[in-house]
Nanobody, 124 residues
Framework: QVQLVESGGGSVQAGGSLRLACAASGYSFSTGCMGWYRQAPGKEREGVATICSFGVSNYADSVKGRFTIAKDNARNTLYLQMNSLKPEDTAMYYC??????????????????WGKGTLVTISS
Protein backbone atom coordinates (compact mmCIF):
# COMPACT_ATOMS: atom_id res chain seq x y z
CA GLN A 1 0.00 0.00 0.00
CA VAL A 2 1.12 3.52 -0.74
CA GLN A 3 2.01 5.79 2.16
CA LEU A 4 2.89 9.46 1.95
CA VAL A 5 4.13 11.30 5.02
CA GLU A 6 4.68 15.05 4.98
CA SER A 7 7.02 16.99 7.24
CA GLY A 8 8.64 20.40 7.47
CA GLY A 9 5.62 22.54 8.20
CA GLY A 10 5.74 25.26 10.81
CA SER A 11 5.31 28.95 11.53
CA VAL A 12 7.50 31.59 9.90
CA GLN A 13 7.31 35.30 9.21
CA ALA A 14 6.48 36.74 5.82
CA GLY A 15 9.51 36.79 3.57
CA GLY A 16 10.96 33.69 5.16
CA SER A 17 11.56 30.24 3.74
CA LEU A 18 10.45 26.72 4.49
CA ARG A 19 11.09 23.34 2.92
CA LEU A 20 8.47 20.63 2.99
CA ALA A 21 9.29 16.96 2.50
CA CYS A 22 7.15 13.99 1.59
CA ALA A 23 8.49 10.51 2.29
CA ALA A 24 6.90 7.90 0.04
CA SER A 25 6.72 4.14 0.44
CA GLY A 26 4.97 1.38 -1.47
CA TYR A 27 5.00 3.58 -4.53
CA SER A 28 6.83 3.55 -7.85
CA PHE A 29 8.51 6.80 -6.99
CA SER A 30 10.90 7.04 -9.91
CA THR A 31 8.18 6.64 -12.54
CA GLY A 32 5.20 8.32 -10.94
CA CYS A 33 3.94 11.87 -10.91
CA MET A 34 3.53 13.66 -7.62
CA GLY A 35 2.45 17.01 -6.37
CA TRP A 36 1.81 19.41 -3.54
CA TYR A 37 -1.63 20.77 -2.77
CA ARG A 38 -2.87 23.15 -0.14
CA GLN A 39 -6.11 24.10 1.52
CA ALA A 40 -6.81 27.04 3.78
CA PRO A 41 -9.81 27.12 6.16
CA GLY A 42 -12.96 27.96 4.24
CA LYS A 43 -11.17 27.67 0.92
CA GLU A 44 -11.12 25.04 -1.79
CA ARG A 45 -8.10 22.82 -2.24
CA GLU A 46 -5.70 24.10 -4.85
CA GLY A 47 -2.79 22.57 -6.67
CA VAL A 48 0.54 24.18 -5.84
CA ALA A 49 2.99 22.23 -7.98
CA THR A 50 3.35 18.89 -9.74
CA ILE A 51 6.32 16.97 -11.10
CA CYS A 52 6.81 13.78 -13.12
CA SER A 53 9.57 11.29 -13.93
CA PHE A 54 11.52 13.44 -16.36
CA GLY A 55 11.30 16.57 -14.27
CA VAL A 56 8.40 18.18 -16.09
CA SER A 57 6.76 20.43 -13.55
CA ASN A 58 3.79 22.75 -13.27
CA TYR A 59 3.22 25.57 -10.81
CA ALA A 60 0.28 27.62 -9.72
CA ASP A 61 0.61 31.23 -10.86
CA SER A 62 0.52 32.37 -7.25
CA VAL A 63 3.74 30.53 -6.39
CA LYS A 64 5.78 30.77 -9.59
CA GLY A 65 9.20 32.20 -8.91
CA ARG A 66 8.89 31.52 -5.20
CA PHE A 67 8.33 27.77 -4.84
CA THR A 68 10.32 24.90 -6.31
CA ILE A 69 9.21 21.26 -6.44
CA ALA A 70 11.80 18.50 -6.67
CA LYS A 71 12.03 14.72 -6.46
CA ASP A 72 14.89 12.79 -4.91
CA ASN A 73 14.48 9.31 -6.38
CA ALA A 74 17.30 7.83 -4.33
CA ARG A 75 15.56 8.80 -1.11
CA ASN A 76 11.96 8.39 -2.31
CA THR A 77 11.28 11.90 -1.13
CA LEU A 78 9.40 14.79 -2.68
CA TYR A 79 10.30 18.34 -1.67
CA LEU A 80 8.74 21.75 -1.89
CA GLN A 81 11.12 24.63 -1.32
CA MET A 82 9.12 27.72 -0.42
CA ASN A 83 10.78 31.13 -0.48
CA SER A 84 9.49 34.67 -0.05
CA LEU A 85 6.55 33.33 1.88
CA LYS A 86 3.41 35.41 2.19
CA PRO A 87 0.51 35.28 4.66
CA GLU A 88 -1.63 34.04 1.76
CA ASP A 89 0.49 30.87 1.70
CA THR A 90 -0.91 29.84 5.08
CA ALA A 91 -2.64 26.49 4.64
CA MET A 92 -2.50 22.78 5.23
CA TYR A 93 -0.14 21.36 2.63
CA TYR A 94 -0.69 17.87 1.26
CA CYS A 95 1.54 15.55 -0.70
CA UNK A 96 -0.12 13.47 -3.40
CA UNK A 97 0.83 10.84 -5.97
CA UNK A 98 -0.68 9.54 -9.19
CA UNK A 99 -1.20 5.88 -9.98
CA UNK A 100 -0.85 6.29 -13.73
CA UNK A 101 2.48 6.80 -15.42
CA UNK A 102 2.41 10.11 -17.28
CA UNK A 103 4.82 12.54 -18.82
CA UNK A 104 3.26 15.43 -16.95
CA UNK A 105 0.15 16.21 -14.94
CA UNK A 106 -1.84 19.42 -14.62
CA UNK A 107 -2.47 21.02 -11.26
CA UNK A 108 -6.04 19.75 -11.23
CA UNK A 109 -5.13 16.14 -11.95
CA UNK A 110 -7.03 13.59 -9.86
CA UNK A 111 -4.27 12.16 -7.70
CA UNK A 112 -4.81 8.69 -6.26
CA UNK A 113 -2.81 8.76 -3.06
CA TRP A 114 -2.66 11.42 -0.38
CA GLY A 115 -0.74 12.21 2.76
CA LYS A 116 -2.33 13.60 5.90
CA GLY A 117 -0.82 17.04 5.51
CA THR A 118 1.53 19.42 7.29
CA LEU A 119 0.51 22.87 8.48
CA VAL A 120 2.23 26.01 7.23
CA THR A 121 1.50 29.31 8.95
CA ILE A 122 2.93 32.60 7.69
CA SER A 123 2.64 35.71 9.84
CA SER A 124 2.90 39.27 8.58
Amino acid sequence: QVQLVESGGGSVQAGGSLRLACAASGYSFSTGCMGWYRQAPGKEREGVATICSFGVSNYADSVKGRFTIAKDNARNTLYLQMNSLKPEDTAMYYCAAARDVRYSVPLNYAMNYWGKGTLVTISS
